[in-house]
């Protein structure tokens, strides 16, 4: 992840960005799971 030039701003804000990203990875996973159980219960 880390640039070329050794810029830690550059890869300071990649890691934010990875960061974000597994949080909103591990969000949909929730959200997904939350729906399939919903719908099992409403049969």
Do not use: I, K
Not at 17 to 42: K, W
């Amino acid at each position: 992840m880390l640039d070329v030039c050794g810029d830690v701003n550059t890869y300071d804000v990649h890691g934010s960005d990875d960061v974000q990203a597994v949080e909103l990875a591990l969000t949909l996973l929730r959200t997904l799971e939350l729906n399939e159980g919903l719908q099992l219960a409403a049969q």
